[in-house]
């Protein structure tokens, strides 16, 4: 005939007994647990019955990392490492979206996943929403990497003194302001470090060049690793005097 409904220790009133009801848990994220008697006409009491359930009304905390962490690609697939806590439920889904308007299905959540970039260079932003089991969506979270598919422009180079006696020569030239490396090889010669005495120059000694034509490999590389088709120069080195006659 009636029922007494308590949550978390805290009994209601009498009411009369029905199969179902609704009631508000206390505030604050945590285990919540309600428990109920029953009477009948006669005046006997059951036992208390009870159950329990989670409370989270807190999103997870997440983060999103693309090519872990990297500042530049020369590639539209890139792969996001991803990290998701709730403190009481576990995360269970996730979203991705280029702009932040537009998101893709709701998929399992998982720690890492491909993803492809929109076109054109430039600088991309990969947004991220996640969920946990109480169904809490976080806000957006997000990371950013250049995009960058077009190499620099080809380096120059001052031509060397060639032929010469002396075997070691130093190189120089001019390459664009977004090359960051300068790669320079030779089979018969050590190539010295690589310097940039200003953001549009380079310089490069070359030691130990053997007798004979030293072909030398010039490419330039910017800092997504794009690499320009190499140029290359020779130097040829003589140390043999001529030989002659007089009469």
């Given at each position: 005939a009636w029922m007494q409904i308590s949550v978390n220790g805290i009994a209601g009133s009498w009411e009369s007994y029905m199969t179902s009801k609704?009631?508000?848990?206390?505030s604050g994220d945590g285990l919540k647990t309600i428990s109920a008697i029953f009477k009948d006409r006669a005046g006997n009491i059951s036992i208390p019955v009870s159950d329990s359930i989670t409370l989270d009304t807190t999103a997870p905390e997440c983060t999103v990392t693309i090519n872990a962490g990297a500042q530049y690609t020369n590639q539209r697939q890139v792969s996001l490492s991803l990290s998701a806590t709730d403190a009481l439920t576990n995360v269970t889904?996730?979203?991705?979206?280029?702009?932040?308007?537009?998101?893709?299905?709701?998929?399992?959540?998982?720690?890492?996943?491909?993803?492809?970039?929109?076109?054109?260079?430039?600088?991309?932003?990969?947004?991220?929403?996640?969920?946990?089991?109480?169904?809490?969506?976080?806000?957006?979270?997000?990371?950013?990497?250049?995009?960058?598919?077009?190499?620099?422009?080809?380096?120059?180079?001052?031509?060397?003194?060639?032929?010469?006696?002396i075997n070691s020569q130093t190189i120089n030239g001019t390459r664009s302001a977004d090359t960051t490396a300068i790669i320079i090889t030779c089979s018969t010669a050590t190539v010295g470090p690589v310097t940039y005495p200003t953001n549009t120059t380079y310089s490069c000694t070359l030691t130990n060049l053997t007798q004979g034509n030293n072909?030398?490999?010039?490419?330039?590389?910017?800092?997504?690793?794009?690499?320009?088709?190499?140029?290359?120069?020779?130097?040829?080195?003589?140390t043999t005097a001529p030989t002659g006659t007089i009469k």
């Open positions: 609704t009631t508000t848990l206390p889904q996730m979203c991705f979206s280029n702009d932040n308007v537009t998101y893709s299905d709701a998929e399992n959540y998982a720690t890492a996943k491909p993803w492809t970039l929109p076109l054109a260079d430039g600088t991309k932003t990969v947004y991220v929403k996640y969920k946990d089991s109480a169904g809490n969506w976080s806000s957006a979270v997000s990371d950013s990497i250049i995009l960058d598919m077009t190499a620099p422009p080809p380096p120059t180079i001052t031509s060397p003194t060639t032929p010469t006696n072909i030398i490999t010039i490419k330039a590389q910017d800092a997504a690793t794009n690499e320009t088709t190499p140029i290359t120069a020779a130097i040829v080195l003589d």
